[in-house]
């Protein structure tokens, strides 16, 4: 599968994104001048899912440092201008009752930083490798996975040794239930691989 790079458009079905190069284009009515006059608020930009009832989870902020699976990764040379890596997925995993936001720190708008892979569930809460997708994310966009979406750790790509993100979660933090929350898929050898262009998409 050739992964295309991330819009707001192209996720919508698997969540929302912060892509600030497309909002700050679309401005409208819906900005508001915020901080004596010195920025734009734009409101509601991704949304935030906590669907575990009657269960009382705390909002979680936490860092997730990630690095390169190099391991996992091919590069296939198609000529002196271009070259593709492949990467191949090994596990899918899923929040059934919260959603996950993704924030990287210190990324460019001008760096393809990482890549990710979202998938539904099917009618049984399998992933639906049909409706398997991936993304290029550049450095200044955040992904909010919706809850119950599949999808794979995070991908850094480029020249990278590691990328830091933010992650905001609902959890349950009393030590009763610490696995409720997040369901795991492993997948073969090969089973998953992703392909995408090692040039920066302008």
């Not at 929302?16 to 190069?21: A, E, G």
């Not at 996950?100 to 009618?123: H, K, R």
């Not at 905001?168 to 898929?185: A, F, S």
Request: aromatic letters at 8%; proline letters at 5%.
């Amino acid at each position: 599968m050739l992964a295309e790079l991330l819009t707001i458009e192209g996720f919508c079905r698997f969540g929302s994104i912060v892509s600030p190069d497309e909002e700050i284009s679309k401005l409208d009515s819906s900005a508001k001048n915020a901080n004596q006059g010195t920025a734009f608020k734009l409101l509601k930009i991704s949304q935030l899912q906590n669907s575990f009832g009657q269960l009382v989870p705390t909002p979680s902020v936490n860092i997730f440092r990630c690095f390169p699976q190099i391991h996992l990764q091919k590069k296939i040379v198609e000529n002196s201008d271009n070259e593709t890596i492949t990467h191949e997925v090994r596990v899918l995993e899923k929040h059934p009752f919260s959603s996950q936001t993704f924030i990287p720190m210190g990324g460019s708008a001008n760096e393809i930083a990482y890549l990710i892979v979202v998938a539904n569930s099917d009618l049984s809460g399998e992933p639906d490798l049909t409706t398997l997708k991936a993304f290029i994310c550049r450095g200044n966009q955040a992904v909010t996975y919706g809850a119950g979406v599949w999808h794979a750790p995070m991908i850094v790509v480029g020249t990278r040794s590691f990328m830091d993100f933010t992650v905001v979660i609902y959890e349950l933090l009393d030590g009763n239930h610490p696995e409720k929350d997040c369901v795991e898929r492993l997948y073969k050898n090969q089973e998953v691989v992703i392909e995408m262009s090692t040039i920066n998409p302008v």
